[in-house]
C-alpha cells in the first residue's frame, strides 16, 4: 500500500484547523463512505499524500430535515438512510428514486450524499493508469476514450478534451429540484446553486468542480414546489439493477389540468456532468403535456448532442427516456398538485 | 420447510438430499484455498503486460526492492530456468497454454504475468508491483481477435465433416435460411479467485489451489518443476466457483512454487479480479454461417454450419460444436467446417458449454428464422425433424426424450395458443415475445478410482479426488454409498480434492457423477461380495457386517469409461484422466437433451429486455440428487440469460485489452434480472451410458437459453438480433 498521513478530525473546526497547519504542497484529500476513494486508490488512480477522514467530523451533518417548505439533507447522511426517509419518498420521490435505483444496498449503505455527487467517472480509461492518455487523470496527455470502446461515453457537454460521463444518479434529482449547496470550508461557510458545482470539460477535465482547496460540501437545500411531489427518476439499463445508467432522466413536473405549468428536467448518463435540459423544459411550460409535445422537448435536449463512434444510439435513447419520463409524470397519481 | 420444488424420489430419481457440507459453507467455515492458515506466509502479486505484442526491454526494480517488507521479485531475467518449458494440454501436455511462464522477453498477450512481486504483506507486494517499471520494446500493433482485418482464418480440416450432397439440395430446396451470426468474448468470473499457495516441507511441495483437476496441476508442476511427482500433494478442499475456469495448470502456480522454494517460507498469491481475466482460459469469439433447406412441411433437406472461433497464436484451440449442432436433427445433406483466428490474446479456454453454447445460439435460432419462414410452430419443426439415430454417421442415440422435453415445458409454460405473427403480443408500453429452442449437451465420463471403507459401527468413509465445484459433488458421493450399503447418510463421510486420495476424472464436461459414482458403486459391490450380500439390489449390509465379525472392509476399485482405451487407466495415475464419449464414440452417440422457452419484454419506447420467464424441461439419464441437480439447471439458466444479454468482455483493438475487466463493468444477471426460472427434470432411463445411468446437468442449462431469447426478441417486435449480447441498440 502506498503510504499517505491519515487524519480524522473530531469536529470541522479541527478539519479547518488541519488544512491550515497543513503545508500547501501536500493537499487533503477528503475521505467520507470511501466507495469511490478507496476503490480509486485501489486502482492506483488516486494517490493521495493526505487522507483527512471526515466521519467524525461530519456527523453533525447527516441529517434530513424539512419544514413545509425547504427540504435540507446532510451531505454526510447515507444514500440508504434518504432513500428509504418517508418524508422524501412522499414529496420528493425524485430523491428517493434516484438514490434507491444506484449502486447496490451494500454501497447505499456506506456511501454519503456528499460523496455521491462527487464521484469521478468510470471512463474505463481514466479508471486504469496502464492507459497513457487521460486528460482528466493527467492533463495534457490526450484522450484515450475518442478512438477507444466508448459506448458508456457522454453526447452532452464533452470536449475535444475529454468524453467522459458523469454517471451519478442523485445529482440529477438535485439538478431537476433547483437545489443549493452549502459549503464550508477555511474561509467560511457559503452557498451557491447545486447547477453551479459541476465544471464542463473544456479544456480543463481534471477540474471537476468549482469546490475551493479545503471546502467541504455540508449540506443540499432543495425548495419544495408543486412539482416536486410530480417528480420521477427513470434510470434504463441493460441490467435491472446495480448499473449505471445508459441513459436517465429526472423530471418534475408542475400542471394545471393537462398544462404544464413548470417543468425541471436533467438528464444521467448522457452528459460529461449533471445535465439540466432547460430547451427541454421552456417548450413543455404552458403546452399540453402529451406525446407530441414530449417528443418536441425531447428533441430539442440534444440538438446539440455530439455522438462518439459506440454511442450514436445514446441520442435516440435519451430522447426516448425522456419522453417516456415526461409521460409517466404526467400520469402520476399525485394528492396536491 | 418443505421443498416443493424437488421432485420426490421415483423412477430415475434420487432423494433430494441436503448438501454434505451445507452447514460450513452457511456459516463461512469451510476453508477455500486462501483462507487455509500457514505459517509465515508471504505474499505474491503479479506484474502483468499492459501491452498486446512486443518484448519486454528492461526491469527497474530499484524503488520496488526498496520498499521496506518486499523480499523477492521473479522476472524472466531473475528466474532462470526454474521452470521447464512443457506442452498444453492441446499439445498432449498439462498446461492451459503452451508459453512458458516468465520464459522470455517476448509478450505475447496483454495480461501476461512479466513480474511477481514477495513480500511479507499483500498491500507491500501491491505497492511494489505498482512501483515496478516495465519498458516495452518493438511494440507493433497486435491482432485483437476476429474483426481486425490482418487476421485471416485457418481451416481445421479433420473438425470438418460432409455427408450427402449439401450444394444441390440447398440449391433445389423449396425454403432456406441463409445467416451469420456471432457471440463475444466472455469470461467465467468464479466467485472465488484464482488463488494459490504453496508450502514446502523437507523437499515436499504442497499446493492449496482451487482446482477441477487437482491431478493435473500434481502432474503438470512435477514436469515444469522437474519433480519426482511423489513429492507434490494438491489440495482442493473446496472451489468457489470453477465453470471451466480452473480446469487446467496456469502459469501462477509455478510462480507461486519456485517463489515459496526460493524465499524458503509459504507463498500466496491471490490475483485480482482484472488480472483473472488472462490468469485462465476464456469463451473465445465466435462467428457462424449457417444455411438450412426444408421441404414445405418443415423437413430439413441439408443444413451447413461454419464456425471461426478465435485462437492465440501460441496454442489453436477451437470448440467447434459443429459436431453436435449438426447431429440434431435428420438431414440427409450436412456439411460442417470449423476455423480458428489466430490473434495476440491469450488461449482461450473452457468455459461452460464452452462450444454448445455459441453454437447452439447460431443452430437453434437459424432453425427459428427457418420456422418463420415456413409459418410453422418451432415446437413442430423440431418434432418433423426428431429422430433416435444422429444424421452423420448413423449411429443410435442410447436414449433421446426430446420431444419429451419440448412437450413437457411447453405446457408447464403455456405455449399453446402463441400467436405466430411476431409483434402482436402488447402488456402495456412492454411488447411481449415467446421463443423456445433445444438445449443439449454430450454425455462423457472418464476413467475414476474409489476407496469405500465401511466399519463395524456402520460408519461408511467415501474418497476419491474429485472436485467439489458448488455442484454438489461431496453429497453425491455420499449419497451413492449409501444407498449402495444400505446405511443412512449421516453415516457417510466423504473426502475429496486432493492428490492423495484415489484418482478421478477432471470435472469437466459434465461428468463428474457420470465418472465417479461408477466407481463408487464398484467398490461398494466389492463390499457386498466380501460379505456374501447379492449386488444390484437394495440391501442394508449391517446385519451381515455384524455376522461376519470383520472391524472394517475397504475397498479399492477402478472403473474404465465406455470410450476410452484399455490402456487409459493408466492416465488416471499421470494426471490425464480425460472423459470420453458424447460424439466420438464408435457405436452410438450420447447426449442429455432438453427443451427451454422463454418470455422476454422489450420497452416499447426505450427498449429495455426483460425476461420474466424461462421454463427448462431437461431429460439427462437418471438424477440422482434432484436438489443439488435443480441448482446446476437453473444456475445454468440464469448463466444463458447473462450470455444472451450482458456478458461480453469489451475489447479495445489498441492493444488487444479487456477493457471492463472488473464486475461492475462486466456484466452478469442480479437478481433483479432473475424471476421466474423453473427446472423440470423430464424421468429418463439410459442404461448404455455409464452404470450409474447419470448424462450429467453441469452444462446442459446455459445452452439453448441464448437461442431462445433472441426467438423471444424476434416474436416480441419483429425484430431479428443475430448477435450477442443483444442490448438496447440493437433494437432501436
Given at each position: ?83 428509504d ?29 456528499g ?162 435540459a ?60 | ?129 505498482n ?72 523437499g ?13 496441476v500434481?502432474?503438470g ?9 511423489s ?6 478442499t ?75 497464436r501460441?496454442?489453436t ?7 453436435m449442432t ?36 447460431a ?16 415446437v413442430?419443426?423440431?418434432?418433423v425433424?426428431?429422430?433416435q ?28 395458443g ?16 415467446w ?123 477402478e ?6 482405451a ?65 441448482g ?26 479487456y ?28 442404461r ?9 446437468v ?16 424476434f ?18
Amino acid at each position: 500500500m502506498r503510504p499517505f498521513q491519515y487524519l480524522q478530525p473530531a469536529t470541522l473546526a479541527d478539519v479547518i484547523v488541519a488544512q491550515r497547519e497543513a503545508p500547501s504542497a501536500v493537499p487533503a484529500t477528503f475521505l467520507a463512505g470511501g466507495t469511490t476513494l478507496i476503490d480509486l486508490m485501489k486502482l492506483g488512480v488516486m494517490q493521495p499524500e493526505r487522507v483527512v477522514d471526515l466521519r467524525l467530523a461530519g456527523s453533525d451533518f447527516a441529517q434530513i430535515r424539512f419544514d413545509g417548505a425547504t427540504l435540507r439533507l446532510g451531505a454526510f447522511a447515507r444514500m440508504a438512510e434518504v432513500a428509504d426517509h418517508p418524508v422524501v419518498a412522499a414529496s420528493f420521490p425524485v430523491i428517493a428514486q434516484s438514490l434507491s435505483l444506484a449502486a447496490s444496498p451494500q454501497l447505499r449503505n456506506m456511501a454519503t450524499l456528499g460523496g455521491n455527487v462527487l464521484q469521478r467517472t468510470r471512463c474505463a480509461y481514466f479508471r486504469d493508469p496502464t492507459w497513457a492518455a487521460c486528460n482528466k487523470r493527467t492533463p495534457g496527455s490526450g484522450c484515450a476514450a475518442v478512438d477507444g470502446a466508448n459506448r458508456q461515453h457522454a453526447v452532452l457537454g464533452t470536449s475535444s478534451q475529454c468524453i467522459a460521463t458523469y454517471h451519478g444518479d442523485f445529482a440529477q434529482a438535485l439538478m431537476a429540484l433547483d437545489a443549493s449547496v452549502v459549503l464550508g470550508g477555511p474561509a467560511g461557510t457559503r452557498t451557491i446553486p447545486f447547477a453551479a458545482l459541476h465544471r464542463l470539460p473544456g479544456n480543463t477535465p481534471h477540474v471537476e468542480t468549482t469546490l475551493h482547496p479545503g471546502e467541504i460540501i455540508l449540506d443540499f437545500v432543495i425548495p419544495a414546489g408543486p412539482w416536486a411531489s410530480r417528480s420521477l427518476y427513470l434510470k434504463i439499463r441493460d441490467r435491472q439493477s446495480y448499473e449505471y445508467a445508459v441513459a436517465s432522466a429526472a423530471v418534475a413536473v408542475a400542471m394545471n389540468g393537462d398544462v404544464v405549468a413548470d417543468a425541471r428536467i436533467a438528464l444521467g448518463g448522457l452528459a460529461a456532468v449533471p445535465w439540466r435540459a432547460h430547451e427541454a423544459e421552456a417548450i413543455l411550460r404552458d403546452a399540453v403535456l402529451d406525446e407530441a409535445t414530449a417528443t418536441r422537448a425531447a428533441e430539442a435536449s440534444f440538438a446539440a448532442a455530439v455522438p462518439q463512434s459506440h454511442n450514436a444510439f445514446k441520442i435516440a435513447l435519451g430522447r426516448d427516456t425522456l419522453v417516456r419520463a415526461l409521460l409517466q409524470a404526467a400520469s402520476m397519481e399525485v394528492r396536491h398538485d | 420447510m418443505t421443498d416443493t420444488l424437488f421432485p420426490a424420489a421415483t423412477g430415475t430419481m434420487g432423494q433430494p438430499e441436503r448438501r454434505y457440507e451445507a452447514r460450513e459453507k452457511v456459516t463461512g467455515s469451510a476453508a477455500y484455498a486462501s483462507d487455509v492458515k500457514l505459517a509465515r506466509t508471504a505474499h505474491a502479486y503479479l506484474v502483468t503486460s499492459s501491452i498486446g505484442r512486443g518484448r519486454l526491454q528492461s526491469f527497474d526494480l530499484t524503488a520496488a526492492r526498496a520498499l521496506p517488507g518486499v523480499i523477492d521479485i521473479l522476472t524472466h531475467e531473475t528466474i532462470g530456468d526454474e521452470i521447464r518449458q512443457t506442452p498444453s494440454i492441446y499439445g498432449g501436455g498439462y498446461m492451459a497454454d503452451t508459453l512458458r511462464p516468465l520464459g522470455s522477453a517476448e509478450i505475447a498477450h496483454w495480461g501476461q504475468p512479466v513480474a511477481m512481486v514477495v513480500a511479507e504483506t499483500y498491500e507491500a507486494a501491491r505497492e511494489a508491483a505498482n512501483l515496478v517499471v516495465v519498458s516495452y520494446a518493438a511494440e507493433v500493433a497486435p491482432v485483437a481477435g476476429m474483426g481486425s482485418s490482418v487476421a485471416t482464418g485457418q481451416a481445421l480440416d479433420p473438425m470438418g465433416f460432409a455427408v450427402g450432397d449439401f450444394d444441390t439440395a440447398y440449391r433445389t430446396a423449396n425454403v432456406t435460411v441463409d445467416a451469420n451470426y456471432t457471440t463475444p468474448a466472455q469470461h467465467q468470473n468464479p466467485m472465488e479467485l484464482f488463488a494459490t499457495q504453496c508450502v514446502w516441507e523437507a523437499g515436499r511441495l504442497t499446493v492449496h489451489e482451487p482446482s477441477q483437476y487437482v491431478n493435473n496441476v500434481k502432474f503438470g508442476l512435477a514436469a515444469q518443476l522437474g519433480l519426482d511427482p511423489s513429492r507434490i500433494r494438491v489440495i482442493s478442499t473446496y472451489v468457489g466457483g470453477a465453470f471451466g475456469a480452473k480446469g487446467f495448470l496456469t502459469h501462477r502456480t509455478a510462480l507461486v512454487a519456485v517463489a515459496a522454494r526460493r524465499i524458503g517460507r509459504p507463498v500466496k498469491l491471490v490475483p485480482t479480479r482484472a488480472q483473472g481475466f488472462t490468469v485462465s482460459g476464456y469463451r473465445a469469439e465466435t462467428r457462424h454461417h449457417v444455411q438450412l433447406a426444408a421441404t414445405q412441411d418443415g423437413r430439413l433437406t441439408a443444413l451447413r454450419h461454419e464456425g471461426w472461433e478465435v485462437t492465440s497464436r501460441a496454442d489453436t484451440v477451437a470448440m467447434g460444436a459443429v459436431s453436435m449442432t449438426a447431429r440434431l436433427y435428420a438431414c440427409p445433406n450436412i456439411t460442417a467446417r470449423v476455423n480458428v483466428v489466430a490473434a495476440d490474446r491469450s488461449t482461450p479456454g473452457f468455459m461452460r458449454a464452452p462450444g454448445e453454447m455459441p453454437y447452439a445460439f447460431a443452430m437453434e435460432t437459424a432453425l427459428d428464422e427457418l420456422a418463420h419462414k415456413l409459418q410453422m410452430d418451432p415446437v413442430a419443426l423440431r418434432r418433423v425433424n426428431d429422430t433416435q439415430t444422429e444424421p452423420v454417421g448413423g449411429l443410435p442415440y442410447t436414449s433421446r426424450s426430446l420431444m419429451l422435453c419440448f412437450d413437457t415445458a411447453a405446457a408447464a409454460f403455456g405455449w399453446q395458443g402463441r400467436p405466430s405473427e411476431p409483434a402482436t403480443m402488447r402488456d402495456g408500453d412492454w411488447q411481449v415475445g415467446w421463443g423456445c429452442a433445444t438445449a443439449f449437451y454430450p454425455t462423457h465420463a472418464g476413467n475414476s478410482a474409489a476407496r469405500v471403507r465401511l466399519s463395524a459401527d456402520g460408519r461408511v468413509h467415501v474418497e476419491s479426488a474429485g472436485h467439489e465445484l458448488g455442484q454438489g459433488m461431496y453429497t453425491m458421493m455420499a449419497q451413492v454409498a449409501a444407498e449402495e450399503l444400505g446405511v443412512p447418510i449421516a453415516q457417510v463421510t466423504v473426502a475429496l480434492g486432493d492428490t492423495d486420495l484415489p484418482p478421478a476424472v477432471v470435472a469437466g464436461g459434465s461428468s463428474s457423477t457420470a465418472s465417479v459414482a461408477p466407481a463408487i458403486m464398484a467398490a461398494c459391490d466389492a463390499i457386498r461380495r466380501r460379505l456374501g450380500i447379492a449386488t444390484g439390489v437394495p440391501a442394508d449390509v449391517m446385519p451381515a457386517m455384524e455376522a461376519s465379525g470383520l472391524g472394517t472392509i475397504e475397498e479399492f476399485t477402478e472403473v474404465r469409461a465406455h470410450g476410452t482405451a484399455p490402456d487409459s487407466l493408466r492416465g488416471l495415475y499421470r494426471g490425464m484422466a480425460l472423459p470420453a464419449g458424447g460424439v466420438h464414440l464408435p457405436d452410438r452417440v450420447q447426449f442429455a437433451l432438453g427443451a427451454q422457452f422463454v418470455e422476454v419484454r422489450v420497452h416499447r419506447r426505450t427498449r429495455e429486455i426483460r425476461v420474466p420467464r424461462v421454463i427448462g424441461a431437461f431429460a439427462a439419464g437418471r438424477i440422482i440428487n434432484p436438489r443439488t441437480a435443480h441448482g446446476q439447471l437453473v444456475g445454468g439458466m440464469i448463466w444463458g440469460i447473462g450470455s444472451a444479454l450482458h456478458e461480453h468482455s469489451e475489447i479495445d483493438t489498441r492493444n488487444a485489452s479487456y477493457i471492463n475487466a472488473n464486475l461492475a463493468d462486466y456484466l452478469v444477471p442480479v437478481n433483479a434480472d432473475v424471476a421466474d426460472v423453473q427446472a423440470i427434470m423430464v424421468e429418463e432411463e439410459d442404461r448404455l451410458v455409464n452404470r450409474a445411468g447419470v448424462k450429467g446437468v453441469g452444462e446442459i442449462g446455459v445452452v439453448g437459453v441464448a437461442a431462445a431469447i433472441s426467438n423471444a426478441i424476434f416474436h416480441a417486435t419483429g425484430i431479428r438480433v443475430r448477435d450477442l449480447p443483444i442490448r438496447i441498440e440493437h433494437l432501436m
